[in-house]
């Protein structure tokens, strides 16, 4: 059975920084592709980031390029989204998916297979 959980959330002023981890157990096959997701009050889920358990390609949306990044373990089942220069507007739950054989650049939340409980980010002073 595959599990899916995410650790790392908190409270965090605007400018400071977060890491979320999210571990993933009971994958059979090889090849995945992992996203984070986010979902802020009133608004709809949105693609934050992924990447992939192959070549380890990654892809940002435009408002957290050069701020957030997404990496694998060595062993490629525990994903990781460092989160710096929090701003208020990145508060949400972020939710961590595994999507088999997903290629990295495809942010349709419909291609991912499992998904995490989800953790909360709030930037605020």
């Known amino acids: 059975q595959v599990q899916i ?3 790392g959330g908190g409270l965090v002023q605007p400018g400071g920084s977060l890491t ?3 571990a993933a157990s009971g994958l059979e096959e090889d090849s995945y592709g992992i996203g984070w997701f986010r979902q802020a009050p009133g608004k709809e889920r949105e693609g934050v980031a992924f990447t992939s358990n192959t070549d380890r390609s990654t892809f940002y949306r435009d408002s957290v ?3 957030f990044t997404i990496s694998l373990d ?3 089942n525990t994903a990781y989204l460092q989160m710096n220069s929090l701003k208020p507007e990145d508060t949400a739950i972020y ?3 595994w999507g088999l054989g997903v290629r990295v650049g ?3 939340e419909g ?3 499992y998904w995490g409980q989800g953790t909360q980010v709030t930037v605020s002073s």
């Open 106 to 108: 495809i942010t349709d």
């Open 111 to 113: 291609e991912f297979d």
């Open 20 to 22: 979320l981890s999210c």
């Open 74 to 76: 060595s062993y490629g």
């Open 95 to 97: 939710y961590c998916t």
């Open 5 to 7: 959980v995410e650790s």
């Open 65 to 67: 390029k050069d701020r």
